[in-house]
């Protein structure tokens, strides 16, 4: 299969970096005027931040349920997520305006997020016949040997930026 790395990697990003996840909740399926504009607004956005690096997206995906979605996003920075949130040059903040407007708090559709920010030394992971997925797409992919065979050993890699 095109894109499976046959073997154990782990993945870093240099210095912090932020995870976001961020999703819709269709709560009235009859309310498609509620929760059909606020669906849609998430994949323009994605767009713009694919086009923009320098905005600070670093990776995204998305998981796709019912009556729920999410994405998963990874971040440069706090800053950047901020700036992206706020810029009225950006996407996000007229979609943010008409949900307000639209919908507020009435019930018939949910969003919310997490965000939390990332030191290195306080994550690990692996993957083993995967593409690059989640953070080894984000990051950078190392193989999982010797220093990095171990949890204990892929954190301190990151400390260590060996």
Known sequence: MAG??????CAEIDGPFVLFLIGI??????????WGPTFSAMGPMIAELSRKPE????????HFGFPATMLVQYWRSLDHLQAFATS??????????????????NGDVGIWH??????????????????????????TIHDATGPRARADGRREAQISGV
């Open 55 to 62: 905005l600070g997206l670093l990776h995204n995906r998305t």
């Open 25 to 34: 909740r269709i709560n009235r399926l009859w309310k498609v005027g509620s």
């Open 88 to 105: 009225r040059d950006q996407l996000h903040l007229p979609a943010w305006t008409r949900f307000n407007k639209a919908v507020g708090s």
């Open 4 to 9: 499976i790395i046959d073997r154990r990697i």
């Open 114 to 139: 997490e965000t939390y920010l990332i030191e290195p030394g306080q994550y690990e992971n692996v993957y083993n016949n995967m593409p690059a997925y989640g953070l080894a797409a984000a990051g």
